[in-house]
């Protein structure tokens, strides 16, 4: 015959249920406010989004029913088909350009010696600012009459006049690039130097026993074990440039002729320039997709290379 064991009161095993109940409602009150904020200012918000998508939904007036109309009108829209394209090409640009130069400010503070705190600092400074901060400072050193930079150019003798850095597309592409990268290497180099100061020594020495050269090592020991870092940097990087907006909208407004319009640019001109609501909400329900298929590969990136083979 089974004995069924139950829990005497005033028992450790008593003790220890009543101490796990708690534990569970404390835990809950505390994830309760997040939880709200979380509903209140994401959940209920994308819910309303996609709702308004399947809309014709005019800033005043009636709105009409249109199901997945808008959808199909994003993609024959050229502006916003072509705002999708540039918003791809910046990211192709600019993402690999911040991983190699924040890979190689890393490895250059890395190393434990005199003042190598200043210049991570230093690197890393811009980041405090802001993106609307630091486009009003790259349009005063880019102004062709007064900024710095064509002042230098002109003293070296690389430039006989001033130039005009917004006037063509690909020197306003290269100048946000400039800025951008001016802001948010230091980010990215901080990301990295975590990663490569909690490699252990050992390694690296047991490297260099092997008559393993620097690049050999760099190679074969540091990257490998930068795989986390190095997939942070290029998610927030990705995410970042697909979600450009004030860079463009401050230095360029999208010119010269709408060829540096990004796809937040193009969604804010629908749904606030031409009130289209409905169309807006289906483009950004679009981008949120985007953002998810990234998000998607981060999640592969970063798994445990010892769970992919269980």
Do not use: C, H
């Amino acid at each position: 015959m089974t004995a069924t064991t139950r829990s005497v009161p005033g028992s450790k095993a008593s003790q220890r249920s009543k101490r796990s109940k708690r534990e569970a409602r404390i835990g809950m009150l505390l994830v309760l406010p997040a939880a709200l904020m979380l509903l209140i200012f994401f959940a209920v918000p994308l819910v309303q989004m996609i709702w308004m998508s399947l809309f014709d939904w005019p800033l005043l007036g009636q709105q009409t029913w249109v199901g997945i109309q808008n959808y199909i009108t994003m993609f024959q829209d050229s502006s916003f088909v072509r705002s999708l394209a540039f918003s791809g090409a910046y990211t192709l640009v600019l993402v690999p350009v911040l991983l190699v130069l924040g890979m190689a400010l890393a490895l250059l503070v890395r190393p434990k010696r005199r003042g190598v705190g200043a210049f991570r600092t230093i690197f890393f400074a811009p980041v405090v600012i802001g993106f609307s901060s630091a486009a009003y400072i790259w349009i005063y050193l880019l102004n062709p009459r007064v900024g710095l930079f064509d002042e230098l150019l002109q003293t070296l003798g690389l430039t006989q006049e001033p130039v005009y850095w917004f006037a063509s597309p690909n020197l306003a592409l290269l100048s946000v690039v400039v800025m951008v990268v001016w802001k948010s290497v230091g980010f990215g180099m901080l990301l990295l130097l975590t990663g490569l100061l909690a490699i252990p020594d050992e390694l690296t020495d047991a490297a260099r026993i092997d008559r393993a050269g620097r690049f050999q090592t760099f190679r074969y020991v540091t990257l490998p074990l930068l795989r986390r870092p190095i997939a942070l940097t290029l998610v927030f990087s990705a995410v970042g440039s697909v979600l450009a907006f004030e860079q463009f909208y401050l230095l360029t407004g999208g010119g010269p002729e709408g060829s540096t319009t990004t796809v937040v640019m193009e969604i804010f001109r629908v749904g606030f320039n031409n009130f289209q609501l409905g169309l807006a909400s289906a483009m950004s329900i679009f981008l949120m997709v985007i953002l998810v298929v990234i998000s998607a590969v981060q999640l592969v990136l970063l798994r445990d290379q010892s769970s992919l083979n269980d």
